[in-house]
């Protein structure tokens, strides 16, 4: 069972839960309009940040949801945010998801360390025998990130979700499996 009070950390990188308070953080670091393209809400408005987070810290009260918050250390802001969701205890099945970063921390391994600290919990603190993740099959860095750290495409679903806009998104869904894990681990030189 997730323990939804606790953080993650390496050398580098926080997470930690969502805080009501984070709300000025991310307002920061969320204004560029156009990095919400592949997002189900347009995070550089604050009134749909602003709701964004309320139905986090919903779901996290319910138990539905896990958010994170993403501090880097040497700098000690906020980054970004990452969730685990869909958690199904009873198929040992749950999905990283809900990630962004902001731009400043593009390109500086930051998503990685927060997928590494993600899956390591899941798969050796939880035993998941199932992590999965989606993304909008139009954002090919999402996807090219998926495959660089070992996920593997299973399918997608089409008009899946209703994205910023109006636009309707095929969705793309990958996974990594517990007997998949040591391997990853290994090829991602991740310890």
Known sequence: MIDFTVSLENENILLRPMLPGDLEDYY????????????????????ELTA????ALKQRKKKERLPFSVVVKSDN??????????????????????????????GKGINS?????????????????RIEFKTDILNIPARKALTKIGCVEEGVL??????????????????????????????????
């Open 52 to 55: 964004w987070i309320s139905v």
């Open 28 to 47: 920061k670091v969320t204004t560029e309009h156009n990095m919400w393209t592949y997002f189900s809400s347009d995070l550089s408005n604050k009134q």
């Open 113 to 129: 360390q927060v997928k590494h600290l993600m899956l390591r919990y899941g798969f050796e603190t939880l035993r998941m025998e």
């Open 77 to 106: 802001q906020v980054a970004g945010s990452s969730s685990f969701g869909n958690i199904s205890n009873h198929d040992n099945r749950l999905e990283i998801g809900w990630t962004w970063l902001a731009k400043a921390y593009h």
């Open 158 to 191: 089409r008009s899946h979700t209703l994205m910023t806009h109006n636009r309707r998104r095929d969705t793309i869904y990958y996974s990594i499996l517990k007997s998949e894990w040591a391997q990853l681990k290994q090829k991602n030189k991740w310890t």
